[in-house]
């Protein structure tokens, strides 16, 4: 089977990227948004609060709120909620078991390894439903020029 | 009547609308509508013995109805019902 392609134009990932070594060594987390289609592509993206009580170096929680927010934003700007991304400080950017435990369908799950405050990879995921593991996306980066 | 929105993940089963106008007077009343509409919803938001799945939670306006009556939360014309998937992590 072909890989999903998840295509990731500049603005969107200096806003991941440069929240995720702000909050670094906690976990930072936030929602990305775009088109969906045979190739997705995330053209915008904002952060939001990990709300996780306890090891924020290892875990991430999302409020209930800030999902509802997400999904309006989506619908306000006529884009397509395509996934979450977080970080894993001083980890490598690889799912953990956390992480396919809470996975849900149709989502992309950007990760982004940040050691010292400094992004390392990105990588991206989506859920398969059916045998519940995650298969790798292929990321393409996209200058759009101004 | 009130308005539910539908989390992107799971609009593959209401035929990708955002937004449903169901029927009731609680909660519980206008997700058994919802699910009328949308058979295949159910067994994606409620288990085998009909309760809200643990993963998924459910908000009238800005209030998850846990700190409300739960599933007996009265709903208004005009309230809107949001389903919402648990979003963490490690
Ligand atoms: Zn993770």
Not at chain 2, 26 to 34: G, H, K, N, Y
Not at chain 2, 61 to 87: F, W
Request: with cysteine; proline share 4%.
């Amino acid at each position: 089977m072909n890989k999903h392609i998840l295509k990731i134009e500049e603005s969107a990932l200096i806003i991941m990227q440069k929240h995720l070594e702000n909050t670094w060594p906690d976990e930072g987390c936030g929602f990305f948004f775009g088109k969906d289609g045979a190739v997705r592509t995330v053209t915008a993206a904002y952060f939001v609060q990990n709300v996780k009580e306890g090891d924020k170096r290892r875990r991430f929680e999302i409020s209930g709120l800030d999902y509802i927010k997400a999904e309006q934003y989506a619908l306000e700007h006529q884009l397509d909620l395509l996934g979450v991304f977080h970080s894993h400080p001083n980890h490598p950017a690889l799912p953990s078991e956390h992480d396919l435990k809470q996975a849900v369908s149709f989502f992309s799950y950007i990760i982004v390894s940040v050691y010292d405050g400094l992004k390392k990879e990105l990588t991206s995921w989506r859920l398969n439903e059916e045998r519940k593991v995650f298969e790798q996306e292929q990321v393409v980066f996209v200058e759009v020029p101004i | 009547m009130s308005k539910v929105i539908i989390p992107t993940p799971l609009r593959k089963f209401t035929a990708q609308t955002a937004t449903v106008e169901t029927s009731g007077a609680t909660v519980a009343e206008a997700v058994q509508d919802l699910t009328d509409q949308y058979p295949d919803l159910r067994k994606h938001l409620l288990d085998d013995t009909g309760k809200v799945r643990s993963f998924i939670r459910i908000f009238v306006g800005d209030e998850d109805i846990l700190a409300l009556n739960r599933e007996e939360t009265v709903v208004e014309n005009d309230t809107v019902i949001s389903i919402v998937p648990a979003i963490a992590g490690g």
